[in-house]
Structure formats: structure tokens, C-alpha cells
């Protein structure tokens, strides 16, 4: 942990030699962590400073979250409202793991609580791409999730 306060330091000290402005080295960082998380975690370009906004149509409207429960004699998709749509949002945003097992909890939680079987939570976070030939839509899985409610 010691070695970033080190490295931040060089940094400062490097960009103050070349007269470079902190609003500018703020932006700038912003842009290259947008950058990044949006290609390694699938965080939507609209999300995490914007930088991405313009140039994508990969927005909420082009995203989608199914949930599925499943136990011993039951499998059936669910309709989320409430906080737990709430949640689901976010999730499309930035499909986290934190968020995941957030939204597997309290799903099941609210199955149980109304009296329902809940062994698993199967969350799908959808984005719907199209086609560069014919512009036809087609839904492309970008994370799959399991919360076990057993090993919980």
C-alpha cells in the first residue's frame, strides 16, 4: 500500500516540472478510468464520468436484467419493482459483483418472506447490439451471476 502514496508523489512532482494544471491531470485520469472500467467490467459508457456518451448508443435503454429463482419444483423468472428494480438498474449500469450478491440477498430474502422456496438466484444482465449488415437488433449476454442461497 506504501509503494502508491509513492508513486502519486513522482507524479505530482513530474507533472508541477511541467507546468501541467491539476484540473487537467483530474480529467484526464477520469477519462483513462472510464476507459478502463468500461472495457474490463462492462460499465455502460454513459456511467463513470460520461467520457464515453457520445459516440455509443450502449446506453440503459439498450440494456436489460432478467432474474430467474429456482428451487426443487420451482423455475420461474421474476418481475422486479420497487428497491429491488432499483437495484437492478444499477446493475445494468455496472454489472459490479458487490451489486450481484446484493440483489441475489434480497431477492431471496423477499421470496422467503412470502412463504416461496428459494435454493439459487440466477441473474442475466442483457445488451442489445445490432447488426452491422441489417441493422436487425440481437441480445447479447454481457454477465452471468448465481447467487446460491445455500452457501450463503
Known amino acids: 500500500m506504501w509503494v502508491l502514496p509513492l508513486i502519486l508523489k ?16 483530474v480529467v484526464l485520469l477520469v477519462g483513462a478510468l472510464q476507459i478502463y472500467l468500461t472495457s474490463t467490467t462492462n460499465l455502460m459508457p454513459w456511467k463513470g464520468g460520461g467520457f464515453g456518451m457520445f459516440p455509443t448508443i450502449n446506453s440503459s435503454l439498450h440494456r436489460y436484467v432478467r432474474v430467474f429463482v429456482s428451487a426443487p419444483k420451482r423455475s420461474e423468472e421474476i418481475l422486479l ?14 454489472p459490479a459483483e458487490l451489486l450481484l450478491k446484493s440483489l441475489g440477498r434480497e431477492i431471496a430474502a423477499e421470496q422467503h418472506s412470502r412463504g416461496l422456496p428459494v435454493e439459487a438466484v440466477h441473474i442475466e444482465i442483457w445488451r442489445i447490439d445490432f447488426a452491422r449488415s ?14 446460491d442461497v445455500g452457501a450463503q
Open 134 to 147: 441489417d441493422l436487425e437488433p440481437r441480445s447479447r449476454n454481457l454477465r452471468r451471476f448465481t447467487y
Open 10 to 25: 513522482k507524479t505530482i512532482a513530474i507533472l508541477e516540472s511541467l507546468n501541467v494544471p491539476l484540473p487537467t491531470v
Open 81 to 94: 419493482r420497487g428497491e429491488l428494480r432499483r437495484l437492478a438498474a444499477r446493475i445494468q449500469a455496472f
